[in-house]
């Protein structure tokens, strides 16, 4: 069972939520009864918060660098429709988010809050996921969805699933660090 000093200093003040025992991303989606929807990105606010220079899961401000969690795709085309994130925060989602953290946790398809993917994005999970830190971005609303552009990575660490579908770091481009 998780509890909130287990989780990151900057995701301690985040609503948790009781049924999963984890923390509520600020950038969360909510049905209209008000429970989570963790399958999908409330948009406005994720535009919102990354153009006031604050993290979407904590909403805290960023210190200095940035960093982004998606699959080699969205790292290939250097843009990402998950929000802008502390590393730390982004670091915590790999091992709190059912979806991240568990290769064979599939999100839900009826995204009963919005219905809609981002244009561009696939409902095939990928088996890496690449987290691209960086000193900033800039955003766009493309086809009414946010799409955030990374400056070039200062690093790049790297996701992959073991045997039994657990995530784990592989690599890291940080000197001395991965392999």
């Known amino acids: 069972m998780n509890h909130a000093s287990e989780f ?16 509520i ?3 969360t989606a909510h ?22 220079g604050r993290c979407g899961i904590c909403a805290q401000p960023f210190a200095d660098e940035v960093a982004f969690l998606g699959g080699p795709g969205a790292a290939a085309v250097g843009a990402y429709h998950d929000p ?19 290769r064979d946790m599939r999100r839900l398809t009826d995204r009963r809050s919005t219905g809609e993917l981002p244009a561009g994005s696939s409902p095939e999970k990928p088996d890496v996921w690449v987290m691209w830190i ?22 790049l660490r790297i996701f992959t699933y073991t045997a039994d579908g657990q995530l784990h770091e ?10």
Do not use: W
């Open 8 to 23: 990151p200093e900057l995701m301690r003040k985040l609503p948790i939520d009781r049924r999963r025992n984890v923390p």
């Open 84 to 102: 802008p994130m502390h590393e730390g925060c982004a670091e915590a989602s790999t091992r709190l988010c059912p979806h991240l953290a568990r």
């Open 134 to 155: 960086c000193q900033g971005f800039s955003g766009a609303v493309v086809n009414a969805m946010p799409v955030f552009l990374p400056e070039a990575y200062t690093r």
């Open 170 to 179: 592989s690599f890291d481009t940080t000197p001395g660090v991965g392999g």
């Open 31 to 52: 049905h209209p009864d008000g429970e989570p929807d963790f399958s999908t990105v409330d948009g406005r606010e994720a535009f919102r918060l990354a153009s006031e």
């Open 25 to 27: 991303p600020a950038v």
